[in-house]
């Protein structure tokens, strides 16, 4: 069995490896178990390295059922929803990608898909990215799921109060598809700037 996800959270981590997320951090910070720092600062950690670490530690690592990457893309632009689900789908890894067109289907699709990654277009009517984003990580359920915003415009004050609420990064649109894909922890052969 082998999942397909590369970049793994901190908590994915700890439940593969049946510990505290904090043992995970210390692990990390003392050089044994390797992390990459994600432009928001969140640490991400490779499977192959996790799996690294376990055998030298003799550790059986629990997995789950579905390995792929699923990812919930939230925008009222039906154009912008197509463009984002064919760029994710011509990457190297699997991935099963939802959309939402409106808060309420969002809600919904967060609690039934359980998404590993939410892209959220802060610019929708009657959708409030701060609210969302904490309800998504107030939830157990979904907490480990990583927020992304974007929007036609982003200035501090709101990238700061997103980052408080649990968002990783922020894009403003158009964005460049590369810088996207490499945040998520996905390849793709083309470099592209999506206008939305």
Not at 91 to 115: C, L, M, N, S, Y
Not at 171 to 181: R, S
Request: glycine fraction near 6%; charge should be negative; aromatic fraction near 4%.
């Amino acid at each position: 069995m082998t999942i397909r996800k590369p970049y793994l959270t901190p908590t994915e981590v700890a439940n593969m490896l049946r510990v505290a997320t904090v043992t995970v951090r210390m692990w990390a910070q003392k050089g044994m178990l390797k992390a990459e720092v994600t432009p928001g600062g969140h640490r991400r950690y490779m499977l192959q390295e996790v799996k690294r670490f376990a055998r030298s530690h003799g550790i059986a690592l629990q997995l789950e059922n579905d390995e792929r990457l699923r990812i919930l893309i939230v925008d009222d632009q039906p154009e912008w929803l197509d463009i984002m689900v064919e760029i994710l789908r011509n990457t190297q890894e699997a991935v099963v990608i939802e959309t939402a067109a409106d808060g309420f289907e969002a809600g919904h699709k967060v609690a039934g898909f359980r998404p590993h990654v939410v892209l959220l277009d802060l610019m929708m009517p009657g959708i409030d990215g701060v609210q969302v984003c904490k309800a998504i990580k107030r939830d157990p359920d979904t907490s480990s799921a990583r927020v992304i915003c974007v929007s036609g415009y982003i200035d501090q004050e709101s990238e700061k109060k997103l980052k408080d609420a649990g968002v990783e990064c922020c894009f403003a649109k158009p964005i460049n598809t590369a810088e996207l894909l490499e945040v998520i922890g996905l390849q793709s052969n083309h470099r592209e700037v999506v206008s939305g």
